[in-house]
């Protein structure tokens, strides 16, 4: 694992806001696609809290409202849980996503 000095915490935050919302993008739309994305710790602020409030909507929404959609909710949960191994939350090598996962480095 890096450290906090090499990827600050924000960096990170940031990242795994976004590979949310690069994800999603590319199951909707699959191009572009890459083994490899490279870190980049230089985005948009915009970009950043963008992603994060879309994915705080969406989340809102699907957890008030999905109670007659049961299945909506579990996908929803397990989607967030599911890829929250994949981002630099962890901070395992230069990615910043990737078209391919492991579980261990």
């Known amino acids: 694992m890096e450290s906090l000095a090499h990827l ?9 806001l976004r590979g949310y919302v690069g994800y999603i993008s590319k199951a909707i739309l699959p191009t572009k696609l890459a ?3 490279p870190l980049d710790a230089a985005w948009p ?3 950043v809290v963008g992603a994060g ?4 909507g969406v989340t809102a929404m699907v957890a ?7 299945w909506l909710v579990t996908g929803w949960f ?3 849980g599911t ?5 630099r939350v962890g901070a395992v090598g230069g990615n910043s996503m ?6 261990f480095p």
């Open 8 to 16: 600050p915490v924000g960096v990170r935050i940031g990242n795994t």
């Open 35 to 37: 083994v490899f994305y």
């Open 45 to 47: 602020i915009s970009a």
């Open 53 to 56: 409030i879309g994915l705080a």
């Open 64 to 70: 008030w409202g999905g109670a007659p959609q049961a």
């Open 78 to 80: 397990w989607y967030l």
């Open 83 to 87: 890829l929250l191994h994949s981002h």
């Open 98 to 103: 990737a078209d391919r996962t492991r579980m």
